[in-house]
């Protein structure tokens, strides 16, 4: 298995634009967790989906954040307008419930100019 | 909801000395703790777990315990090594809930 995929690996945007970061969990894996990290903030959950259904949003800072899973296999995170205070490496990770583990993809790191 | 608690912030030991790191949990209802490794610029990976339902856990040269009614846990490693430097994250979770981490500890072992 190739692990949590995540794309961009790396994304430098200017104030203002949206951001799409990307997220293909770990086939079978039937929950699915969007993470903020920061030097200042440390990791921080944003939101999560069991079986598709987001569960708890309430990492999720304003407004401009959004996530979608619309199906098993794939989730979005979409910043709309991006700020620089959004600059941070956004972790996506997956696991199957049963079995507890988190397991993390590589993560994109986002440059707000 | 559930609040994890991690010390020290940052450690740095020797080689070949132990590192012991302490979070503590709020939430009685937490079952899963699992500890991760993070290095520089890389992803978090799980190195250890334990469930409630055990008191310790060990692999090689780490070990985590878990004191249930205190509501801490601890990971220990033994015979620090310079690659065992990174930020290590302890986290609570219920079964089918989020994990709540702690805040990370930066580990430094100087050869």
């Known amino acids: 298995d190739a692990g949590v995929i995540q794309s961009p690996r790396h994304e430098v945007t200017e104030m203002g634009q949206e951001v799409t970061l990307r997220c293909k969990p770990i086939?079978?894996?039937?929950?699915l967790f969007w993470y903020r990290q920061t030097m200042m903030r440390g990791l921080e959950l944003l939101i999560y989906?069991?079986?598709?259904?987001?569960?708890?949003d309430s990492g999720m800072p304003e407004d401009r954040f959004s996530a979608k899973m619309p199906n098993a296999s794939f989730s979005t995170l979409k910043i709309q307008p991006s700020e620089p205070r959004d600059s941070a490496v956004y972790f996506c990770?997956?696991?199957?419930?049963?079995?507890?583990?988190?397991?993390f993809g590589p993560g994109t790191r986002l440059t707000v100019l | 909801g559930e609040n994890v608690e991690q010390h020290p912030s940052t450690l740095s030991v020797q080689e070949g000395d132990s590192a012991v790191i302490k979070c503590t949990y709020s939430?009685?209802?937490?079952?899963?703790f699992p500890w991760y490794k993070q290095e520089l610029g890389k992803r978090p990976q799980l190195i250890i777990d334990?469930?409630?339902?055990?008191g310790e856990k060990k692999d090689q040269r780490i070990a985590v315990t878990l004191n249930k009614t205190a509501k801490h846990f601890s990971l220990h490693i033994t015979e620090t090594q310079p690659e065992d430097s990174a930020v290590y994250f302890c986290?609570?979770?219920?079964?089918?809930?989020?994990?709540?981490f702690g805040d990370g500890t930066t580990l430094t072992v100087k050869p």
């Open positions: 990770a997956s696991t199957m419930t049963r079995d507890n583990e988190q397991f």
């Open positions: 086939s079978g894996h039937n929950s």
């Open positions: 989906f069991n079986n598709n259904v987001p569960i708890d």
């Open positions: 939430d009685s209802a937490s079952n899963y």
């Open positions: 334990i469930r409630s339902n055990v």
């Open positions: 986290a609570g979770r219920r079964n089918a809930g989020k994990s709540t």
